[in-house]
């Protein structure tokens, strides 16, 4: 697709139900970077792929989230027995190779735990 | 570890007019790169502009443009002739740079700045 495609938009969760993100990366970009931004605040690292390789998962809160892109493609972060401090927006971003490419960033995944 | 600093929660200028968005940060690396994103309410990050920290000249894009003080660390953005449509959240954000072609480049970023565009 032409950008970063994320679904769903919107998601109201229980707490203590798992939750299952998705994150179309631009076509043939390899970096794959997932963001949790929370009310009034700047987008926060949780994790990065590089193709199906998660190289860099430091920013995951803990083990209760868990990301994955199998095919160096589509990726998908989980988050189990939801909490309400869960409640964010969830942005992808995905790079073409090369250090220093502009990120671009899908419109985000905005989760509220009630 | 980085930090990026905006001290202005929220502002507003009249359109058409001049506005300066501040932005500072603090890391002890000498290469990286510094970025301004907008966020509209649909929440998607649009890149504005960006400034490499080896480059002296300001960084500019149209009607807007940097103002990069690299031994005060820096960044503000300068944005002419304000339109309505420049109204949204604007972030400032650190990457810093890694040798390698596939380093893990992750953004920093600020708490963000609120700008309203009054017709």
């Known amino acids: 697709g032409a950008g970063v495609s994320q679904s769903p938009r919107y998601k109201v969760a229980k707490r203590g139900q798992d939750v299952a993100l998705r994150c179309d990366p631009i076509?043939?970009?390899?970096?794959l970077f997932w963001y949790q931004q929370a009310l009034g605040q700047g987008p926060e690292f949780l994790t990065y792929?590089?193709?199906?390789?998660?190289?860099?998962k430091s920013g995951l809160p803990s083990d209760r989230f868990f990301a994955e892109r199998p095919e160096g493609s589509v990726s998908t972060l989980k988050i189990q027995r939801t909490q309400q401090e869960d409640s964010a927006v969830y942005l992808c971003?995905?790079?073409?190779?090369?250090?220093?490419?502009?990120?671009?960033f899908g419109e985000g995944s905005w989760l509220t735990v009630v | 570890a980085q930090t990026v600093t905006q001290s202005q929660p929220e502002m507003s200028v009249q359109e058409a007019e001049t506005v300066t968005l501040s932005c500072t940060y603090d890391?002890?690396?000498?290469?990286?790169?510094l970025f301004w994103y907008k966020q509209p309410p649909s929440r998607q990050m649009i890149l504005v502009i960006r400034?490499?920290?080896?480059?002296?000249q300001n960084a500019t894009e149209n009607r807007f443009s940097v103002n990069f003080q690299k031994a005060a660390k820096s960044f503000s953005l300068k944005i002419s002739d304000s339109q309505l449509g420049d109204t949204a959240m604007y972030f400032c954000?650190?990457?810093?740079?890694?040798?390698?072609?596939?380093?893990?480049?992750?953004?920093?970023f600020g708490t963000g700045t609120r700008l309203t565009i009054i017709p």
């Open positions: 400034q490499e920290a080896y480059k002296q």
């Open positions: 890391t002890s690396e000498s290469n990286y790169y």
């Open positions: 971003a995905s790079r073409r190779q090369g250090y220093g490419n502009t990120i671009y």
């Open positions: 954000a650190f990457m810093k740079l890694r040798g390698s072609n596939f380093g893990n480049e992750k953004l920093t």
């Open positions: 792929f590089q193709n199906e390789a998660q190289l860099d």
């Open positions: 076509s043939g970009h390899v970096s």
